[in-house]
């Protein structure tokens, strides 16, 4: 019998199962063509992710997406603080959940060879990660701007930050003044700019949110000044001090803005499982013991009776140790 003669079998020709099998190859040929023409001719992006407050799992769905389409990912490590570090073990720990090998970006990285990463943003997905939300420093604004600008396409993936997490103590969001940041001081450099601006908010009734110094890879004067940069160990203010400083700036400016007596709020490690949030007098929050970095400290303008309300939950007790956690 010529072999094209049909045969009957189960219903069906051997000759009509041979075209359809053909023809069920050449569909996922050409699907498979198909894709890989998308994933070439799709254009390459940068991610700006930000990865919250608290641990490696409070990255967005959205965010942790993005980060495993990467190619590359970078870390930001200058302007925030993880709640368990940069450690190699914390490195780990985001890297086991991401999936994706990290790159630490430290301050000479982002400001000095940002052209680095965006080259590779021309030719690949790249993945910028940040604690709280993108755009809560000016950097991240600026790397922005620089990448739009040489054509890269950006999409940024927001999260909680320091701004909006502020409102765990209490006080009204919408009833904050401008922002300020209050640096370490030194011997021969003491500015006290910010303390025209608390003025301000406390006329109009305010809050003033006061975000604390962080040096991290901060090369020393000394090292600067022979020409070799050596790296002071990493620095985070603390509530403390920031009180201190300030106090010594109202006693030299003498227009009584603000005082001993003070209220304001002092967060520590603000979105983690153990964040520490105490309100009183500035001469009270002077002497407790806030913990591990990060901290930053309110102001407290007018407030409403609801906000009283809720401030009382964070009050030191009469006779504690000045090491409770103050949280509701």
């Known amino acids: 019998m010529?072999?094209?003669r049909r045969i009957l079998t189960g219903g069906r020709t051997d000759t009509a199962r041979l075209r359809y099998g053909e023809l069920q190859r050449h569909r996922r040929r050409t699907e498979s063509r198909s894709k890989s023409e998308q994933t070439h001719s799709r254009k390459r992006m940068l991610f700006v992710v930000g990865l919250g407050l608290g641990d490696e799992k409070d990255i967005t769905l959205k965010g942790l997406e993005a980060v495993r389409r990467c190619d590359k990912v970078y870390m930001e490590a200058y302007t925030s603080l993880l709640s368990f570090g940069l450690s190699s073990d914390g490195l780990s720990t985001l890297e086991k959940l991401y999936g994706k090998p990290i790159t630490v970006a430290d301050r000479e990285m982002v400001e000095e060879k940002a052209d680095v990463f965006l080259s590779e943003a021309r030719e690949s997905d790249v993945a910028f990660l940040v604690v709280g939300d993108p755009f809560g420093a000016t950097t991240h604004t600026d790397l922005v701007v620089r990448a739009k600008k040489a054509g890269i396409d950006v999409r940024v993936v927001h999260n909680a930050s320091v701004m909006n997490a502020v409102g765990a103590c209490g006080l009204q969001l919408y009833r904050y003044g401008e922002t300020i940041s209050i640096p370490f001081f030194t011997e021969t450099w003491r500015p006290y700019s910010f303390y025209e601006k608390i003025k301000k908010n406390r006329d109009l009734g305010l809050h003033t949110l006061c975000l604390l110094d962080i040096r991290v890879k901060e090369p020393s004067?000394?090292?600067?000044?022979?020409?070799?940069?050596?790296?002071?160990?990493?620095?985070?203010?603390?509530?403390?001090?920031?009180?201190?400083?300030?106090?010594?700036?109202?006693?030299?400016?003498?227009?009584?803005?603000?005082?001993?007596?003070?209220?304001?709020?002092?967060?520590?490690?603000?979105?983690?499982?153990?964040?520490?949030?105490?309100?009183?007098?500035?001469?009270?929050?002077?002497?407790?013991?806030?913990?591990?970095?990060?901290?930053?400290?309110v102001i407290a303008g007018e407030t409403h009776p609801l906000e009283q309300e809720m401030l009382e939950f964070y009050r030191l007790k009469e006779g504690s140790d000045h090491k409770e956690n103050g949280t509701a």
Do not use: W
């Open 2 to 4: 010529p072999p094209n």
């Open 221 to 297: 004067l000394e090292s600067l000044c022979r020409g070799k940069k050596q790296y002071e160990p990493p620095r985070f203010m603390s509530i403390n001090t920031a009180i201190e400083q300030l106090l010594e700036v109202e006693e030299k400016s003498g227009e009584s803005v603000y005082g001993e007596d003070t209220e304001c709020v002092g967060l520590a490690r603000l979105g983690s499982e153990d964040q520490m949030i105490v309100a009183g007098p500035m001469k009270q929050l002077l002497n407790v013991d806030f913990g591990a970095p990060l901290h930053c400290l």
